[in-house]
């Protein structure tokens, strides 16, 4: 599974605004140091994290919300067999289904059913 789908216009126009800062932008290298590293400060986060292994950015995400009252809000793929799901859930995120495939940058539509997870 690739780890770089973009993410919809319409689901970014939704969800971004001139103050919304994403920790995990498309462009990302898996071989530079990453923002998981560095306190996320922003008022506002988006983010589409790696489908790979998003627990440590959903682990990242639920710590920046506790201490900071951050809004935080992930597209991620919809899984709730996972571990990051359930801490998502015992977080009080809210957790809403996309109706459809989302089309991910493609003419043809990811694989898999997404969901939009909002930590207010």
Known sequence: M???YETDEW???LCVDKDTWDPC???WNKD???SLSMDWK???IFMNPPYSNPLPWIEK???THQKNGTFIAMLLKHDSSTKWYRL???AGAHILL???RLKYGTKTGAAFPSILVILS
Request: with cysteine.
């Open 2 to 4: 690739s780890d770089k």
């Open 11 to 13: 689901l970014w126009n």
């Open 25 to 27: 932008p498309i462009d």
């Open 32 to 34: 530079e140091p990453c």
């Open 42 to 44: 922003a008022n506002r």
């Open 61 to 63: 995400a639920i710590e």
């Open 88 to 90: 998502l859930h015992e």
């Open 98 to 100: 996309v109706s459809k």
